[in-house]
């Protein structure tokens, strides 16, 4: 349950977790030939520290990629300790206070913000894809690559569904065989549509409405220059 307010910002949430709090370490490696025939692994803050190192364990050995979302501050914190170059991550997807949370750096600038990421990055993950909220995001490269991925301009009705949307649409788009910069986009158009809606799970949501939304986007962009 989320409260919003006058804006669509989320205020506050009510969330049962007992679910995945019961998905242990031991569940996660009794299933691991899902992990290891899958085409892409996400995984989430919410998991417990131990069933997320044992699923980052086991895709390592069949180079499954993984996309690791922190959730919120307190997750994210949690999550400093399991990261290590041995397990390696493809996607890490922090906004600003959760990247600060995961490093203990100050991330109130684009300088602090780089230098957060290049920390994760020591560690074994191989983007990490800042969410700035209504800018945009900035995706910082094992390669040394930083990205800035401005944010489509549209009405926002309501946040809630937002970043699962975005990294939904990320993984789709990997998968599609998208590079990595025009998943981004694609996952940006994908939020852009979401926050425009009042549902958490936009029941129109594809790949011929995404694309449209990257077109108009163009289109407004190649007007205005």
């Known amino acids: 349950t989320a409260v919003l307010d006058h804006d669509g910002e989320l205020v506050i949430a009510v969330s049962a977790m007992r679910a995945t709090e019961e998905l242990d370490a031991a569940k996660i490696l009794s299933h691991r030939d899902l992990v290891t025939h899958a085409d892409h692994l996400v995984l989430d803050g919410n998991l417990c520290a131990e069933a997320i190192v044992a699923a980052l364990d086991v ?5 499954v990629p993984v996309l690791l979302e922190p959730v919120r501050d307190a997750k994210a914190a949690r999550l400093a300790e399991v990261l290590d170059p041995g ?11 959760e ?10 600038t684009d300088r ?3 230098a957060a990421a290049a920390d994760l990055l020591e ?3 191989s983007l990490v894809w800042a969410r700035l909220g209504e800018r945009g995001s900035l995706g ?7 990205t800035e991925h401005a944010a489509l301009p549209g009405e926002v009705v309501d946040v809630t569904g937002a970043g699962d949307s975005m990294a939904g649409a990320y993984v789709h788009a990997r998968l599609a065989g998208r590079d990595v910069d025009d998943a981004v986009a694609f996952a940006g158009a994908a ?3 979401t926050v425009e809606h009042t549902a958490a799970v936009r029941p129109d949501l594809t790949d011929a409405s995404v694309e449209a939304r990257l077109a108009s986007a163009l289109d407004d962009s190649t007007r205005t220059t």
Do not use: E, H, K, W
Request: no cysteine.
């Open 112 to 114: 602090q913000l780089r």
């Open 191 to 193: 939020a852009a549509l």
């Open 87 to 97: 397990r390696p991550i493809a996607v890490l997807t922090p906004n600003r206070s």
């Open 59 to 63: 895709a390592a050995t069949a180079d």
């Open 99 to 108: 990247l600060a949370a995961m490093t203990q750096r100050p991330t109130r």
């Open 140 to 146: 910082s490269r094992a390669d040394g690559d930083v």
């Open 123 to 125: 560690r074994g993950v």
